[in-house]
């Protein structure tokens, strides 16, 4: 299974962005999609989680502002992300769980900044 991250950019705060993370197989069968950040210095933190059933969570510093959401027809998942803060700049990856498999897409850059 592979993972194409894309959607990343350089954007001014308050601007907005959305992810998309592109499967190479069906991902209705994942058990979880999630996107997670790591910005620089820090370590790799969870910013959004799917389950299968649509139940969602997010850290707390993007409740309001971030939208996980998945089209499975189309095989991609999808981070919306508005009111875009400079905390919010690192490398965001999109991570599913397939059974008891875990994946890794290779990252997509956001950096806000005016």
């Known amino acids: 299974v592979q993972l194409q991250a894309s959607g990343g950019g350089l954007v001014q705060p308050g601007g907005s962005l959305r992810l998309s993370c592109a499967a190479s197989?069906?991902?209705?069968?994942?058990?979880?999609m999630s996107w997670y950040r790591q910005a620089p210095g820090k370590q790799r933190e969870l910013v959004a989680r799917?389950?299968?059933?649509?139940?969602?969570d997010y850290v707390d510093s993007v409740k309001g502002r971030f939208t996980i959401s998945r089209v499975n027809a189309e095989n991609t998942a999808y981070l919306q992300m508005n009111s875009l803060k400079p905390e919010d700049t690192g490398v965001y990856y999109c991570?599913?769980?397939?059974?008891?498999?875990?994946?890794w897409g290779q990252g997509t850059q956001v950096t806000v900044s005016s």
């Open positions: 991570h599913a769980v397939l059974g008891s498999v875990v994946y």
């Open positions: 197989r069906r991902i209705v069968a994942f058990k979880v």
């Open positions: 799917m389950v299968v059933s649509g139940s969602t």
